[in-house]
C-alpha cells in the first residue's frame, strides 16, 4: 500500500511538472496547428517541450507499476493531485503566492482525495468483465470524447480549449484503465499474450490522440483553462473503468457512498480552484493574438460602409 502511495504520488509529480513545460512551449506555436499532426513536428523542435513529454513519460511509467500493484480506483485519485505539482512550478515562474483561494484549492484537493480512499476502501476480488464489456465502454468513452472534440471546434478558442482538455482527461482515464488490462494480460501470459492483446495497442492509440488534443488545448489558451478540466476527468473516468470492467469493488453502503461522493465533490472542486488560480501560466500569446484578431474583425463587420 505504501509503495502504491509512493509511486502514484510520484507519478502525479512528474504529470504536473510536465504539463507545465509542454503548455509554456505549445503556446508558442500557430494557431493553424491546432488539432493537426504538424502541431506535434513543430513542437518536437522545443527542448522545453521535449523535457515536459520526457517528465510526462516517468509519470506515465511510475502510474504504470502503481497500476500493476493497486487497484484503479486507489490510484486514480492520488494522480489528480498533479495540479498540485504544477502550480508549484508554475508559482516559481510567476512569483505569485499561493493565498487564500490557492491554500483552499490545495486542502479540498487532499481532503477530497483523504476522504474517497478512506470511504471507499478500493480492494480487488472481482471478476474482469468480458471482451464485450471491454468494448462497449471504450466505445462509450471514445464516443463522448469524439462528440466533445466536435463541439470544441464551434466554439471560441478559450471555450475550445476547456473541451479539448475535458475529452483528453476522459482519453487519459480509459487509458490508465487498459494499462492495468495489458499489464494483467502480460502477468497472465508474458509478452506473447500482450502483443496479442487489443488494449497494448488501444493504450499507444489512446496516448498519441490524448497527446494531440493536450497540446491542442494548451495551444489555445492559458493553463488555467485546460489543466481543471483534463485533472478532474482523469480519475473519474478511470475510477468508473475500473468498477465497469476490471472488477474493482468499493464500498456500496448508504454511508460509504455519501462520502465518497464528497471525496469526489471536493477532489473536482479542488481541481477547479487551484486551476484558477493566479499562480498558473496566464499569458498565451497565440490564443491572445487570435481573439485579438477576430475583435478585430468583428469591428470591421459590423462598422458601416462609407457612402
Known sequence: ??????LGLGAACLLGLGFVLQQHAAQQAPTSDMLSYRLLLRLMRSREWLLGIAFMVGGQVLSAIALSLGRISLVEPLLATNLLFAMGLARAITHQTLGRSGWGGVLLLGAGVTVFILSAQPTGGGTEADALRHWLVFGVVAGVALLLVSIARRLPMFEEATLLALAAGLLYGLQDALTRTAGL????GGVHLLLRSWQT????LIGVIGLLL?????EAAPLRMSMPALTAAQPLTG????????????RFTTGALAWEAVGLLCIVLGVVVI?????LPDACPAAVEAAVRTARQEAARRAPLPR
Open 1 to 6: 500500500m505504501v509503495t502504491v502511495f509512493l
Open 239 to 250: 475510477i468508473a473503468c475500473g468498477v465497469a470492467f476490471l472488477g474493482d469493488r468499493l
Open 185 to 188: 494480460r502480460f502477468n497472465h
Open 201 to 204: 495497442y488501444a493504450v499507444v
Open 214 to 218: 493536450v497540446q491542442s488545448a494548451f
Open 275 to 279: 486551476g484558477r488560480h493566479p499562480a
